[in-house]
C-alpha cells in the first residue's frame, strides 16, 4: 500500500507526464513544419529530418515550456523558441559523433547520421540546422522586437564561443588530461549547461519575468544544467548500450575526467542530489505547490536513459 508521501510522488509524476503528453505532438509538429523549408537538395533534408526524428526526449523544448507555465503566461512564440533551440541541440550531437569528435556509430539506438548520410552531408546538416535556429526566431509574431533581439543575443551566446561550442572544445582538450574538479565544471557549465539555461532564461524573457525572478531561475538553470552532466556521466559508467541508446563506455575510452571518475560514484551521486536540492529551493520564489520546473529536475536527475 503506497504511503501518503508515495501518492503525492505518484501524482506529481503523473502531472509532468500529462504535460509531457500534451506538448511534445505539437513540438514535433513544429519542428518539421521548419523542416519544410525549401532546399535545392532533398539528401540536405533528409539528413536534417533523419536526426531531428530521431527519437529525442525534447527536455529542452518541453522546459521552455514549463518555464512559461510556472510564471502563468502563454505565448503563440514560445514553441518556435522552444524548437529553435531544439534545432541547435540536435545540430551539435550530429557534429559531436563525428570521427574527428566522439566517433559514435549510435545515437538514441540508431545509427548516428555520419554512417548514414556521409561525414561531409552530416557536417552540412548540423550547419544548416544551425542557421534554421536562427532564422525561425527571426519570424516570432507576438514577443516585442526587443524581447526578440535578446533571444537571439542569448542563443547565440549560449551555443557559441562562449557557451556549448566552447565547452566542446575544452572537453577536447582535457582529454587525457586529469581536469579539477572546477575545471570539469567549466567544461560542462558551458558544454550542457549554456543550452539548458537558455530554455529557463528565453522562457522568462517571454514572460516578461522580473529580475528577481529570473535570478533565481537563473540559479535553477546552473545546478540543473551540472545535475543534467553528473547524470549523464553516471549513466555512461552504470548503464548498458541498449538502455542508453549510445556506446556506454565512451568517456573512460576517451580518457576523459568524469564526475565518477573525479569523486567515485558514490561521492557522484551526493553531488547530483546537492544540485538537484539547489535547484529545487531556487523555485521558491515561483510560490507554487507544484512547480513543473521542479518535477522537470527529479525527471533528469532520475532518467535511466
Do not use: W
Amino acid at each position: 500500500m503506497l504511503s501518503t508521501q508515495q501518492k503525492a510522488q505518484t501524482q506529481m509524476d503523473d502531472s509532468l507526464q500529462k504535460f509531457i503528453r500534451k506538448h511534445t505532438p505539437a513540438i514535433e509538429e513544429r519542428l518539421n513544419t521548419l523542416l519544410e523549408t525549401e532546399t535545392s537538395s532533398l539528401t540536405l533534408r533528409d539528413a536534417m529530418a533523419y536526426s531531428v526524428n530521431a527519437g529525442g526526449k525534447r527536455i529542452r523544448p518541453l522546459l521552455v515550456l514549463a518555464t512559461l507555465h510556472d510564471l502563468d503566461v502563454s505565448s503563440e512564440d514560445a514553441i518556435t523558441v522552444a524548437c529553435a533551440v531544439e534545432l541547435i541541440h540536435t545540430y551539435s550531437l550530429i557534429h559531436d559523433d563525428l570521427p574527428s569528435m566522439d566517433d559514435d556509430d549510435f545515437r538514441r539506438g540508431k545509427p548516428t547520421n555520419h554512417t548514414i548520410y556521409g561525414e561531409a552531408v552530416a557536417i552540412l546538416a548540423g550547419d544548416a540546422l544551425q542557421t534554421l535556429a536562427f532564422g525561425c526566431l527571426t519570424k516570432l509574431s507576438s514577443t516585442p522586437a526587443e524581447v526578440v533581439l535578446q533571444i537571439i543575443h542569448l542563443l547565440a551566446e549560449a551555443s557559441g564561443l562562449r557557451g556549448m561550442v566552447g565547452g566542446q572544445v575544452l572537453d577536447l582538450e582535457g582529454e587525457t588530461k586529469q581536469l579539477s574538479l572546477l575545471e570539469l565544471e567549466t567544461v560542462h557549465i558551458n558544454k550542457t549547461g549554456a543550452l539548458l539555461s537558455f530554455c529557463i532564461e528565453a522562457g522568462a524573457l517571454i514572460a516578461g519575468a522580473d529580475a528577481v525572478k529570473t535570478d533565481k531561475l537563473k540559479t535553477f538553470a546552473h545546478n540543473i544544467g551540472l545535475a543534467f552532466q553528473i547524470r549523464d556521466d553516471i549513466l555512461d559508467v552504470t548503464s548498458t548500450t541498449e538502455e542508453l541508446g549510445k556506446t556506454v563506455g565512451s568517456d573512460e575510452t576517451s580518457d576523459k575526467s568524469t564526475y565518477p571518475s573525479l569523486l567515485g560514484l558514490a561521492d557522484a551521486e551526493k553531488r547530483l542530489k546537492s544540485h538537484q536540492q539547489l535547484a529545487k529551493s531556487a523555485l521558491s520564489i515561483l510560490e507554487k505547490e507544484e512547480s513543473l520546473l521542479g518535477l522537470f529536475a527529479d525527471y533528469i536527475v532520475e532518467r535511466k536513459s
